[in-house]
C-alpha cells in the first residue's frame, strides 16, 4: 500500500554532515498521522474504506568513514600552493590549532622525504629538464590523538637552464672604441650578465670602453619560470 504523511510525501527527513567522520543521522521522535490506501481494496474489510494508521518515526543512528572526526577541533590552515627552482631552499610553514601536524608527500624526486611532522624546509631537486609536482597533504592532530580534516597543496620544481654560449674574449688597441661582451642562449631564455663568478651584481651593458682589462660572467635566465642557471661563462 501507499501511505502519505500529514506532512507531504517525506516521510523522513534528516542532514548529512560530508565534513565529519562519525555522524549521527537523527530523525525526531514524534507520531505521525497518515492516510493508507489500499492496494487492492480487497486487503481491506470493507471496499473503498480508509484505514487511518499511526507510525512512529524512531531514532537513527549509524557511522560513516571516511570524513573525518566530528569530534576532533584540531584544524590545519589552507596552505597555498608552491613554485620553486631546482638547488633552492624551500621552508613552508604550517598554522592552524592542533597539537601536531604530520604531512605526507606522494613525489620523493622533488627532494622532500615522503612524510614528516611540523613545518616543511628542504632544498628543490630537479635535474630532469621537465617540472615535477608533487602534492602535499597535511594533517591536524588533536590533543587526545583525533584526526582533523586534511588540507593538499603542491610544490612545482622547475629545472634550470643551461648556461649560455659566450662569444669568447675581446682584445683591441684602444682607439677610444667601445667593446661589448657578446652571449647567446636558446629562445626563451634571456643572458644576464654579472661581474662576478658567484653572487655579484647584474651588469646591464658588458663594455668597456677604456686602457685595462675586465671581465663579466653570462648566466642563463628562464623567461617563464624565472629559474636561473647554476653556472655561469
Not at 37 to 47: I, N, Y
Not at 145 to 174: H, K, Q, R
Not at 200 to 214: D, F, H, Q, R, Y
Request: proline share 5%; aromatic share 8%; charged share 15%.
Amino acid at each position: 500500500m501507499n501511505i502519505y504523511s500529514s506532512y507531504g510525501s517525506e516521510l523522513l527527513t534528516f542532514q548529512l554532515d560530508q565534513k565529519k567522520k562519525t555522524t549521527n543521522l537523527r530523525a525526531r521522535e514524534e507520531y505521525v498521522t497518515a492516510i493508507a490506501l489500499p492496494e487492492p481494496a480487497s486487503l481491506l474489510p470493507h471496499s473503498g474504506s480508509i484505514l487511518r494508521i499511526t507510525i512512529t518515526l524512531l531514532l537513527l543512528l549509524f557511522t560513516l568513514t571516511g570524513f573525518g572526526n566530528q569530534d576532533c577541533e584540531a584544524f590545519v590552515n589552507p596552505i597555498e600552493n608552491v613554485t620553486a627552482c631546482h638547488d633552492q631552499d624551500v621552508s613552508i610553514v604550517i598554522s592552524g590549532d592542533a597539537a601536531y601536524f604530520s604531512w605526507s608527500n606522494d613525489n620523493i624526486s622533488i627532494g622532500l622525504v615522503q612524510e614528516g611532522t611540523g613545518n616543511i624546509s628542504f632544498t628543490a631537486v630537479n635535474d630532469t629538464g621537465g617540472q615535477l609536482v608533487a602534492t602535499i597533504t597535511v594533517t591536524p592532530w588533536g590533543a587526545d590523538d583525533c584526526e582533523g580534516l586534511p588540507e593538499s597543496f603542491t610544490i612545482t620544481v622547475n629545472p634550470l637552464p643551461s648556461a649560455p654560449t659566450v662569444g669568447g674574449d675581446i682584445t683591441e688597441c684602444y682607439e677610444e672604441q667601445t667593446l661589448t661582451a657578446s652571449a647567446t642562449a636558446p629562445a626563451g631564455i634571456t643572458v644576464v650578465w654579472y661581474d662576478a663568478p658567484t653572487g655579484g651584481n647584474i651588469i646591464t651593458e658588458p663594455t668597456l670602453n677604456a686602457v685595462g682589462t675586465i671581465t663579466y660572467y653570462a648566466a642563463a635566465v628562464d623567461d617563464i619560470t624565472g629559474c636561473e642557471s647554476l653556472a655561469r661563462t
